[in-house]
């Protein structure tokens, strides 16, 4: 399984961005995606999750109300909608996939919330 991860940037406070996460593999409705974040200078931290299919999302405290988290199994892809965004939420945010006891990363893409 293959994550390539796109749509960071350079943003202001209280802006948005909508990451991407195109996933190869010819199961992805079967699999358990998730984003994470690693600050500068801090350990790589769980942003959201969501199942398979048909499940219910779930998100770290510090982006509950503000992050969405999302999957189109047709194009393969996860997404995340971070809105209201703050300079803490600077990062670099990976893409992970669960396929039975398989776990795959992205490379990253980077996130800088800054006036």
């Known amino acids: 399984v293959q994550l390539v991860e796109s749509g960071g940037g350079l943003v202001q406070p209280g802006g948005s961005l909508r990451l991407s996460c195109a996933a190869s593999g010819s199961t992805f409705s079967s699999y358990l995606m998730m984003w994470y974040r690693q600050p500068p200078h801090n350990k790589r931290e769980f942003v959201a999750a969501?199942?398979?299919?048909?499940?219910?999302?779930h998100y770290a405290d510090s982006v509950k109300g503000r992050f969405t988290i999302s999957r189109d199994n047709a194009k393969n892809t996860v997404y995340l909608q971070m809105d209201s965004l703050k300079p803490e939420d600077t990062a670099v945010y990976y893409c992970?996939?669960?396929?039975?006891?398989?776990?795959?990363w992205g490379q990253g893409t980077q996130v800088i919330v800054s006036s």
């Open positions: 969501i199942p398979s299919a048909g499940g219910v999302a």
């Open positions: 992970y996939a669960r396929e039975n006891l398989n776990d795959y």
